[in-house]
Structures are given as structure tokens and as C-alpha cells.
């Protein structure tokens, strides 16, 4: 019903830039929430940060000032532009999406991720 798609990423040295981008179609009614998570080698996955419907975004503090989140309503996308990145910064970042959607029978609920995309940060 949702489909998630992701592009961004790469290889950059510390201090470097990189930018994700997240575009999500389908049978979609209203976005709740929707941004971007990641999991690192041995790590369990953790927000890096997210936008609401309600226009509020959150970010981890690990990452404030350094990482912005836009939002595009109108084409269902979110970027998020990492500067300054740093070598903790390495990991796979998947984007998430929790909407309502059309069904059938009326309205539902789906929570989709992405297939994520390698960022990694090293000199």
C-alpha cells in the first residue's frame, strides 16, 4: 500500500557533507510521521530524526545543529542534509513511514521502512 524509496548516501571524509533523500507513494491519505533511523554494526536502530504531520521535527541530540530535515507535503518526500559529518556518524540509515492509507474497505494504518542506504564516514 506504501511503497519507500531512498537514494543518498555514499563514502565521505569527517567534516564532509552528504544528503538522503526519502520518497514515499501508494494508496496514502495522510502522513503521520515520516524521516529517517539508522543502525550501526552491532547497534540497534535509533531515530536520527523525524517530521510529524503536525509540522514539528525532532532530531536526535547527538545530531542538532548538524543535521537539518525538510519536508516536501505536496510530493510526500523528506531530505535530510548531514553536515559536518563524523566517523560515528557510519551506518545504515532507513527511512520510515507511518501513514494513513486507502484501503478497500476505507482507511488503515501502515508503518513501512525503506531498503536503507550506507553512509559511512572515514579519513
Known amino acids: 500500500q506504501v511503497q519507500v524509496v531512498e537514494s543518498g548516501g555514499g563514502s565521505v571524509q569527517p567534516g564532509g557533507s552528504l544528503r538522503l533523500s526519502c520518497a514515499a507513494s501508494g494508496m496514502i491519505f495522510n502522513i503521520f510521521t515520516m524521516g529517517w533511523y539508522r543502525q550501526a554494526p552491532n547497534q540497534q536502530r535509533e531515530m536520527v530524526a523525524f517530521t510529524t504531520s503536525g509540522g514539528r521535527t525532532h532530531y536526535a541530540d547527538s545530531v542538532k545543529s548538524r543535521f537539518t530535515l525538510s519536508r516536501d507535503n505536496a510530493k510526500n518526500t523528506v531530505s535530510l542534509q548531514m553536515n559536518n559529518l563524523k566517523a560515528e556518524n557510519t551506518a545504515v540509515y532507513y527511512c520510515?513511514?507511518?501513514?494513513?492509507?486507502?484501503?478497500?474497505?476505507?482507511?488503515?494504518?501502515?508503518?513501512?521502512w525503506g531498503q536503507g542506504t550506507q553512509v559511512s564516514v572515514s579519513s
Open positions: 520510515n513511514v507511518e501513514a494513513e492509507v486507502v484501503t478497500s474497505t476505507g482507511y488503515g494504518r501502515s508503518n513501512v
